[in-house]
């Protein structure tokens, strides 16, 4: 309420304010304190890192750790993936002593494909919070001239915004490598789609542990990477100490010959703690992911649709008994749901097998999540 007391000239008035409502925060200075920093604890991918300075320590919230880069080399970059589709209104940057003079902001719905929302070549270090607006899945520190002679260094990157409209899908890829602990295990260079490095030199009752922040309690879908030259290993995911699953690793025909596999695991909302344990070894892993776009309403399947990754072809449709899958190599997980999304049945095909059955399904109309080594698209059946 604003009200105006006048004087006895009536003008000037004395104003007084009851309340004011703020739409929008512009210009610089901290977040509000009821501000969600949309980085913390998730997925973080660096260039390069020493002395035991990991690229998770960039968003752990814990100002006793950071990041640290290889020293004296330029460019040099580090990347958050939140998960989801944001809509970006600062980041806060915490610079340990190693900072950045020039350096740039960016962002990417896809993790490859960039674009530059913030750059500097006078950056001073310190605390530096950046104004700033776009929409991404992905955020990166894209650093081109140090401050000093060694790398670039940081205790913390806040990421501050609103999710995007995409905010019911949780997805999160783990590179297998980003272990918080582990026992028995080692990392080497991957030969796999998009490089990087792969766990290896796995035996039985080694393990990984890793944190997640998971949304919201229910089912979700755990894809693995994984290589073998002569299948057999088994690998247990366990959560908060409580074993949820086995998967058996099937025969690749060499160490850097990779395929997918998943399994189906219910999950607690909140921090978590996983740890991959091998109860038989002989097997890679290169990353594993967990999503619950497997479990999805109808609506968010059919949104799902427009976006396929590879042309997979889904033959006859309208189908009356066997559905055959065409368009992919290796293997393929298929995952059917009616349209109240609710899963009836589960598929895996190979280049030898690529029929399915669908004999008892019920006339109507049927959504198919088909998962790839390429990745994971939906396509719709009609069942006569």
């Not at 009200?3 to 977040?31: E, H, K, M, Q």
């Not at 080692?186 to 949304?215: C, K, L, R």
């Not at 996983?274 to 999503?291: H, K, P, T």
């Amino acid at each position: 309420m604003v009200a105006c007391i006048p004087t006895a000239d009536l003008f000037p008035c004395n104003v007084y304010v009851d309340w004011v409502r703020v739409y929008s925060l512009t210009g610089s200075g901290n977040p509000p304190s009821t501000a969600v920093n949309l980085a913390l604890n998730k997925p973080v991918t660096a260039s390069s890192v020493i002395a035991g300075n990991l690229a998770s320590y960039i968003n752990d919230g814990n100002m006793n750790t950071r990041w640290e880069s290889t020293q004296g080399v330029d460019p040099q970059w580090i990347r958050i993936d939140l998960q989801q589709v944001c809509n970006l209104s600062q980041v806060v940057l915490k610079w340990e002593t190693a900072s950045a003079k020039a350096y740039q902001i960016q962002v990417s719905n896809d993790g490859n494909t960039w674009t530059t929302l913030y750059s500097t070549t006078t950056g001073t270090g310190g605390n530096e919070t950046i104004n700033l607006s776009g929409t991404g899945r992905y955020i990166r520190l894209y650093g081109t001239q140090r401050n000093t002679g060694w790398g670039y260094s940081l205790w913390e990157m806040e990421v501050f915004g609103t999710i995007g409209t995409n905010a019911g899908i949780f997805t999160q890829k783990i590179e297998a490598e980003n272990y918080i602990a582990m026992s028995g295990v080692g990392v080497e260079n991957t030969a796999d789609v998009g490089g990087g490095q792969n766990v290896g030199w796995i035996d039985a009752n080694d393990w990984m542990d890793y944190q997640v922040n998971i949304p919201n309690a229910g089912t979700y879908n755990v894809i693995y990477r994984l290589a073998s030259p002569n299948g057999g290993g088994q690998l247990q995911f366990i959560v908060n100490n409580n074993p949820l699953s086995i998967i058996t690793v099937t025969q690749t025909g060499g160490w850097q010959n990779w395929t997918s596999q998943s399994t189906s695991v219910s999950l607690p909302a909140g921090n978590i703690t996983i740890r991959l344990r091998a109860v038989a070894g002989g097997f890679n892993i290169n990353w594993f992911e967990i999503n619950n776009s497997l479990t999805q309403t109808r609506e968010a399947l059919v949104i799902d649709e427009t976006h396929d990754a590879e042309e997979l072809k889904l033959y006859p449709n309208p189908v009356k008994n066997t559905l055959f899958v065409e368009g992919f190599s290796g293997t393929a997980v298929v995952n059917i749901y009616d349209l109240s999304g609710q899963k009836i049945l589960r598929k895996q095909l190979n280049d030898a097998s690529r029929a399915i059955n669908l004999q008892q399904l019920q006339k109507g109309i049927y959504l198919l999540d088909i998962i790839t080594d390429k990745g994971k698209q939906v396509k719709k059946i009609v069942k006569l």
